[in-house]
T-cell receptor, first 115, second 107 residues
């Protein structure tokens, strides 16, 4: 049982490049979400999904795209990387039927630098 | 508006001193509040949730609906408590975090 796995752990991109941050969970959690963590701003929700085929925007969705074709995977795509997207990205999941904040499992994060 | 405010970016105390990390929230419904901890570049871990009224690692937090606060307290800080602490508000489908407070416990 690996929990929530994020890859890669580190990434450097050039401005304008695109890439996909991977997130996979093996707990059969229906709810998955992506956050970015920036100094002094806490964690801000980018996108979330309540199940396969269903996604919705969070607080800071611009410049990011998501899809949820399976329960296990929730990739985050940067369409055209910008320096403002330099951040640490966390994926989190939880089973449905529990309240917000109950049983959230976080990944170890992806540290992204855009130059 | 749904918001969580942690007014202190950094809180520095000596070992054995009491600690209080402040958290205020804004939410029109019945709040679900939590404290998460992040040790040096590790993943976030759930520390406390108000509904369970439990004490973890000596930390407690009481929900005060009148003052819309959920402050985290510990009577005697330990060096291993040094970490980032995030207060979070659970709403429908979302978990909203505060800005975080870095706790530094000096020997």
């Amino acid at each position: 049982n690996a929990g929530v796995t994020q890859t890669p752990k580190f990434q450097v991109l050039k401005t304008g490049q695109s890439m996909t941050l991977q997130c996979a969970q093996d707990m059969n959690h229906e709810y998955m979400s992506w956050y970015r963590q920036d100094p002094g701003m806490g964690l801000r929700l980018i996108h979330y999904s309540v199940g396969a085929g269903i996604t919705d925007q969070g607080e800071v969705p611009n410049g990011y795209n998501v899809s949820r074709s399976t329960t296990e995977d929730f990739p985050l795509r940067l369409l055209s990387a910008a320096p403002s997207q330099t951040s640490v990205y966390f994926c989190a999941s939880r089973p449905t039927g529990q309240g917000e904040g109950y049983g959230y499992t976080f990944g170890s994060g992806t540290r992204l630098t855009v130059v | 508006a749904q918001r969580v405010t942690q007014p202190e970016k950094l809180l520095s105390v000596f070992k054995g001193a009491p600690v209080e990390l402040k958290c205020n929230y804004s939410y029109s419904g019945s709040p679900e509040l939590f404290w998460y901890v992040q040790y040096s570049r590790q993943r976030l871990q759930l520390l406390l949730r108000h509904i369970s009224r439990e004490s973890i690692k000596g930390f407690t937090a009481d929900l005060n609906k009148g003052e819309t606060s959920f402050h985290l307290k510990k009577p005697f800080a330990q060096e291993e408590d040094s970490a980032m602490y995030y207060c979070a508000l659970g709403t429908r489908r979302k978990l909203i975090f505060g800005q975080g407070t870095e706790l530094s416990v000096k020997p």
